[in-house]
Every structure is written in C-alpha cells, then in structure tokens.
C-alpha cells in the first residue's frame, strides 16, 4: 500500500471530487482514478460508489478515511525530521527518452515535488543509446531509457513499466486487424536510430510484415499528427497516459502477440543519488498503474 494513495483518498475526501482532489495532489484526474483502483485492489475493498458521477465515497470509504488520515500524518512528521529532510534533498540530473517527456513523467515528477519540495531534478532529453552514454560518462545520474539491449558493466539497470506495441491508423479506417492495416496502407516508421524503432523493425520482418514506408519520424506526436491528418499508419508503444490534446487515433492491437517495450531508469551501481532515483521509480511505477512491473 503506498502512501502517496492514502494521501489521495484523504484529498478526495477534503475536496468532494476527484477532479479538486487532482489539483491538491498535483496529478491528473485519471491517475486519481488509477490510484484509488489500486487501493481498493490492495485493501480487497471497494471505498467508492462508481454508479453516481462523480464517484462519491461510500461507507466503507468514509470508514478509512480517519485512518488514512492519520497514517498520513504521521508520515508526514516522520518525513520533515531533520536526517529525513536532509537525505531525500539536492539536486538530480535526469535524461529522459522523448516519450516519456508527455506520458508518464510529468506525473511522477509533479508528484515528486508535493512530498519532497527540497529534491530539485533536472531533465534533459535524448535518444536511449545517447543517454546511456552520458550516465556512464557521469554526465547525468540517471536516465528513464527503454531496456538495453546488452548488459552495460558498472550500471545499474530498474525496470518500471511495460507498454506493448499497438497499430495505430486514421479514425475512419477500416475496422480490419493490425496485419492488414499495415500492408494496405502507406507505412509512417518509428526513426530506426531509437531502441524501439529497431524492435518495429525486427519484428515486422519475423512477422513477415511487408509495409510501405513513405516516412521516417522521431516523435510519437509526429507519428500521431501524420497518421490523423491520414497519410498512413504506424506502430508505436500503447502508452499508460494519453499527453495533453491527443489526437482521436484508431488504436489496434496486434492479432498475434507483439513485443513490447520496457521502460526503466538506468544509473551507476552504488552511485550516490540511488536514495534520490529510489523515489523517483516508485513513483513512475505508480503513474504507469497496470502496466507497471
């Protein structure tokens, strides 16, 4: 049971909705609703009756809620101690893949700084390959980066998440499978210069998958802005949460299993910030709700 859920559940219960409660928790309202799904899950109880809208606590919810607030409380007294306070501040420099910068990120990190105000990260972006250099340069103390592809000797490597690879095509599209999307349609590729461009790429070819590639982008915004616009299809990993504005895509789903991408922080072994990057994988794993690891 996390912390960061019981703090919630006491915030929804201050403000009346879901919605207040996201602004007082600084998340979104969807990870409002991820968190006390995950609650419920964990306590083996349901806290809220989901057939009014908004969700409104029921008896049982009302019943926690005293405790909840009182376990919060005394975690918060626990974390503002002197040695507390001390350990969990300074400062953090963090690489991050692009397409973590407008999924899951923003939440963790906006939920970072409610509980720990005196830890300041800085995030810089750049391709896997690129940011795994420059941890093991010391040029950054960690970086969110999809799974490597070999063992890298003196760093340490935390999986979070998992997103699996989906077809993504105009909205007015046949209601065809994924395989038949692809080879009907012009093909927009997923830049082969990242990780994950280079799992789209083995795996059409094992699949044996012949697409026509008309583009060659490095964003999934990109991505998304040609495939609405209808100039072909793509794959792309099916991300936990939709950034701001998302555009109405058909999102399809491979007919046979597809790969997927895992998504973790990578830093040196025994480096000195690893009581820093701990809080910072509890909390991406928490934005990614049930596609965390």
């Known amino acids: 049971m996390s912390i960061r859920h019981l703090k919630t559940l006491v915030a929804i219960a201050d403000k009346g909705s879901f919605i207040e409660a996201a602004e007082a928790v600084f ?11 995950t609650l419920e899950t964990d306590l083996n109880m349901q806290l809220f009756d989901r057939t009014r809208r908004p969700p409104t606590l029921n008896e049982a919810g009302m019943a926690i809620v005293p405790k909840a607030r ?8 626990f974390m503002e101690t002197p040695a507390m306070m001390d350990k969990l501040s300074g400062q953090l420099s963090l ?11 923003p939440t963790a990190l906006a939920s ?3 509980s720990l ?26 970086a969110i980066i999809s799974e490597p592809p070999s063992e890298r000797p003196g760093l340490l490597w935390s999986p979070f998440g998992i997103e699996p690879l ?6 007015d599209s046949p209601n065809e499978s994924a395989e038949w999307l692809l080879e009907n349609n012009p093909f927009i590729r997923y830049s082969k210069a990242a990780w994950v461009g280079q799992m789209i ?13 008309t583009m060659e982008l490095n964003t999934l915004e990109s991505i998304a802005t040609m495939v609405y616009h209808g100039l072909g299809v793509s794959i792309i990993p099916q991300r936990n949460i939709q ?29 000195n910030k690893s009581h820093l990057t701990k809080e910072l994988i509890a909390e991406l794993a928490l934005a990614m709700g049930k596609n965390r690891l």
């Open 95 to 105: 690489g991050s893949v692009p397409t973590m910068l407008t999924g899951v990120l």
């Open 117 to 142: 105000p005196q830890l300041h990260i800085s995030v810089s972006s750049a391709l896997s390959s690129s940011l795994i250099t420059q941890v093991d340069r010391g040029a950054i103390d960690a």
């Open 243 to 271: 950034y701001p504005g998302s555009l109405s895509l058909k999102r399809v789903p491979f007919t046979n299993k597809a790969p997927h991408r895992i998504l973790g922080l990578i830093e040196k072994e025994n480096g």
């Open 27 to 37: 998340v979104t309202q969807a990870a409002v609703s991820m968190q006390m799904k």
């Open 201 to 213: 790429d083995k795996y059409l070819q094992e699949a044996g998958i012949v697409v026509n590639d």
């Open 70 to 77: 009182e376990i919060v409380r005394h975690y918060e007294q």
């Open 112 to 114: 970072l700084r409610s």
């Open 166 to 171: 989906i077809v993504i095509a105009p909205i």
